[in-house]
């Protein structure tokens, strides 16, 4: 009889087993017919169909482990990889790939605005992981346990179909990647990346700056990178836009109208803006050019970093230690700053070091109106209406559904974020410091992309592939109280050349007393120059394995904002 119960007990237990991991297989991969469908089986059928079967059939044998340790070691992580997979596909519209696992290590900082902004997309995919991971600790039957010593170490066969996934993505650059397994391609992503670094030939030592040819008269070089806030959006740059706080101020600086960013994400842009990237050659100069820092103090300007997003010295944007070495001054919030109240308390700080008497370098980088947008603003300094209710983007009806983020309450919660974020902050400073010696350059990371769908994903920016020009679209204003570099930006603001975050760093450099000679032969033209370039921003920035980064015009003339 004991025997009896033992054994319904046993086949329950492999029942609910079975049924937890046959429904996460489906559940998680319905979208699969339809990337094979886009891809046109460009890859091999036989390595798909050897990846698909060791997948399943180890991720089985590793839920008949005999230790529950183990079960639930491999369940974390198998788990893990499906829910970062899962999650990317439902807020994106698209597959995770190799390349956005790189660019999403450096949006860990961003964690819990994410949950806050794209929670019910997470949730969904929490929900579909948990079958695998119950599907994997339930118990095992004890009359498994006499199965042959080998089976002890099943779980390391998981190895091979991981390896497959690298092997795919290494030797065809990723794009057959998209209907494999969600709980183990990210982990194949994640070893084909370390694999590929540690393959990389050495990379030559960082160049070192010249010393500059002239001591120039401005003490103080500002630039004030602010976040996510599209420049065509602007009361600056459109009639009835965003108030900004700049209009009454431009009489002492330019404004160069819509700029293209960098890239499309925020660490590829403070990163390439940081060590002067170069069209043709950026990965590369990132890892091996000198940093703004470093010409600064080679200048005889003090560095200083004035941090609006993180606390207690923690590092992002891919800042490393030996970057921050080169900054004198690392000024943070504290952890009680709220969210709305940081660019304000940034105003106060920025204004204490510009009233300083020494030659200061310094970076802005401004908490902004990173996603979500409720909570960037106090409801005293509401504007536009009607705005969202709440901070998820599928708590108002419309949000996420038919026009998607075309949805005018969720625009109008971004709108409201900027003029308190970005025109309160410059509301507040301008009014009260001189800018005598003074060159002060205003801009953002990134714009944001309000077009998407149900079925297109949700990005507001990041967007890999083509990427839609908002995103990349961004504001470009210079102002300063010194006669002859107000005379000197005035007149390039007649030319004609469209500008971009690539002309920023050499104006930067000239400002700090380079030779124009140099900075012409080793950078970008300058907003000095006649012809700057072409103004296109980058997505897919960080390209491995063949693939060729992609570039993107921004908006060329801005559109009223009426709803």
Excluded at 354 to 369: A, S
Excluded at 376 to 392: D, L, N, R, S
Excluded at 479 to 496: M, S
Excluded at 523 to 537: C, N, T, V
Aim: aromatic content about 12%; some cysteine; charged content about 15%.
């Amino acid at each position: 009889m004991k025997f009896c119960q033992r054994l319904i007990t046993s086949m329950w237990w492999l029942l609910g087993k079975a049924v937890a991991l046959l429904l996460f297989f489906i559940l998680a991969h319905r979208q699969v017919p339809s990337f094979i469908e886009a891809s046109g089986w460009n890859g091999g059928v036989v390595g798909f169909f050897l990846i698909w079967l060791t997948a399943v059939l180890f991720t089985v044998l590793a839920a008949l482990h005999p230790k529950w340790g183990v079960r639930l070691a491999v369940a974390a992580v198998l788990s893990l990889s499906a829910g970062n997979a899962l999650s990317y596909l439902y807020i994106t519209g698209f597959p995770l790939n190799a390349i956005e696992v790189e660019r999403l290590f450096q949006d860990i900082g961003f964690l819990d605005e994410t949950l806050e902004f794209y929670g019910g997309f997470i949730l969904k995919a929490v929900s579909i992981v948990a079958l695998l991971f119950i599907g994997i600790v339930l118990p095992v039957p004890t009359s498994f346990g006499h199965w042959p010593r080998w089976r002890h170490w099943s779980p390391l066969l998981l190895l091979l179909p991981v390896t497959g996934v690298g092997a795919v993505v290494y030797f065809d650059g990723g794009g057959d990647s998209d209907a494999l397994p969600v709980n183990v391609s990210p982990l194949g992503f994640v070893g084909v990346l370390i694999a590929d670094e540690i393959s990389q030939a050495r990379i030559p030592e960082r160049l070192t700056p010249p010393p500059p040819a002239t001591q120039t008269a401005l003490e103080k070089i500002v630039v004030v990178m602010d976040e996510s806030v599209r420049g065509d959006w602007l009361d600056i740059n459109t009639a009835d836009g965003i108030p900004t706080g700049l209009i009454p101020y431009l009489h002492t600086g330019v404004n160069f109208g819509l700029g293209a960013s960098f890239a499309n994400c925020s660490a590829a842009s403070n990163l390439s803006f940081r060590y002067a990237a170069r069209r043709d050659s950026f990965l590369l100069d990132i890892k091996t050019r000198p940093s703004l820092w470093a010409f600064a103090k080679k200048a005889g300007y003090k560095t200083v970093y004035l941090d609006g997003q993180r606390t207690n010295r923690e590092l992002q944007n891919f800042m490393t230690a030996q970057e921050l070495s080169e900054i004198d001054e690392l000024i943070q919030h504290d952890d009680e700053t709220i969210a709305r109240d940081k660019d304000i308390v940034l105003v106060e700080k920025l204004r204490a070091l510009l009233q300083r008497p020494e030659r200061l370098f310094i970076y802005v980088n401004k908490n902004g109106v990173h996603f979500p947008y409720e909570g960037k603003y106090p409801p005293e300094a509401t504007i536009f209406t009607p705005h969202m209710q709440g901070k998820g983007i599928n708590v108002n009806e419309g949000n996420q559904y038919g026009d998607g983020f075309g949805n005018e309450a969720f625009r109008n919660s971004y709108r409201n974020a900027v003029a308190w974020n970005t025109g309160e902050f410059f509301k507040r400073l301008l009014p009260t410091v001189s800018l005598d010696n003074t060159l002060l350059l205003f801009t953002s990371d990134h714009g944001q992309n309000f077009t998407k769908t149900q079925a297109t994903g949700f990005l507001t920016h990041c967007t890999t592939g083509p990427a839609p020009a908002p995103e990349g679209t961004v504001p470009i204003v210079a102002l300063t109280g010194d006669a002859e570099w107000l005379q000197r930006l005035r007149t390039a603001a007649e030319y004609q050349s469209p500008v971009s975050h690539w002309n920023l760093p050499p104006t930067l450099l000239l400002a700090m007393g380079y030779a124009p000679d140099f900075v012409a032969s080793e950078y970008e033209p300058s907003l000095l120059e006649r012809e700057r370039g072409k103004a296109e921003f980058v997505s897919t920035f960080f390209v491995r394995f063949g693939l060729e980064p992609v570039w993107n015009q921004p908006v060329q003339k801005p559109v009223p904002l009426a709803p």
